[in-house]
């Protein structure tokens, strides 16, 4: 009898077929989905680090009822015990009659209304958290909102938690984005004043992009995780302009542009420095100034490279768990020097530009899907990396030195590339020593 495996394609293999021609084992759309342990941690638009459920309560002072059954809910406890939102979070646990009935959708309101009843001071707003059961029941929810506002006389907002819609438009990721800056007001905009759109999180305070921007005579940045107030939150509706700096922020960017008129201009978090340069310059152009970023390029490469040289031949195995793109980030690790041996990762066309570089410098690289059915089979016994990168990653292979680059303060630009480097190269001497 054979021996099942997991389903693998190589950096080559997988260039050569092209963006058009993805094979269906790698795309979690066509398949089953297997929530391994690797996985599972993010797999649920509502599990750890920013996912829905703590997400949408980046609107300063607010308060989230979560409504649906109670396994829906399951490590929302372990996030409000770890993460100091146990006064934030309340709970509607649906039943069978519930779901059956829709009566829940009655109560809402009065639940709403109960929270206030036991909180000390009013919140600033109360975002109701929608599970797939009210997804399979076409809950109208902006509808419950607005009878709960008229209720208890506070902004109250739907987030869904729909891991249905995952491979829609508008998945829950992208949603809650939008949620969190659907408050904001009409302001006079400030010509020398700009927000950063994405992350739920600050980006590292070394970061040079807040230095560039003073450059090219932006002020006052703005973002929603430096937010600590209402009056904070709303100085957002202020900038002259929004740069987004993640994917799935592009549909709340459209948001602002429609409703508060400020228009945006997007970058991608990169680690290689030649195309963190060219971004950099585009951005200058697209301002009318000039960016000199020779010596914060000149630093990162001399670490890379260092970094690269005391490391040459390094075996990594690197997942989609962490803050970047899995296949960016092994593509930089490969041109420093390291052996990319492994990549789990969700493929889409638009990592096809990583890939084909990649394939040209590491050819062998196997590529799997995390989210597969064959990742069963995966074999955690054998060809153990000598790194990892990634959380997912570190699952596959325990006994490997771990940097799990998941923190939430968000690396960004020269800074986050020098910060990546050290962190591997730390991981790697306290190995050795």
Known sequence: MTKQQAYSISAADLAARGRDQIPAELLSSTQLIYNSPAALAFNSPGARGFGVKRAGLSIPGSVMLLIGPGCCGRNTTILSAEGGYGDRFFFYVLDETDIVTGRHLYKIPRAVEEILDVLPQAPSAVVLCLTCVDALLGTDMERVCRKAEARVHLPVVPCYMYALTREGRRPPMVAVRQM????????????????????????????????????????????????????????????NFNLVLHPEARLAAQDFEKNLHIPSIELTRIYETDRLSRQYQALAQALGGTIDDRAEREATEDLVRRVGQRWHGTTVAVGEMLNGNAFELALTLARAGLTVKEIYGNVTPQDFVWIKALAALAPETKIYCNLGPSMLYYDRSTGAADLTLGADAAWYHPHSVHVTWDEDVQPFGYAGTRALFSALDRALSGRSS
């Not at 999180?201 to 995780?225: H, W």
């Open 180 to 239: 969190v800056y659907s408050l904001l007001k009409p302001q006079p905009r400030h010509r020398r004043e700009a927000n950063l759109l994405g992350f739920f999180s600050p980006l590292q305070d070394d970061c040079e992009l807040y230095g560039y921007l003073q450059q090219l005579g932006i002020q006052t940045v703005r973002e929603i995780g430096r937010c600590r107030t209402m009056e904070d939150y709303h100085q957002l509706s202020r900038a």
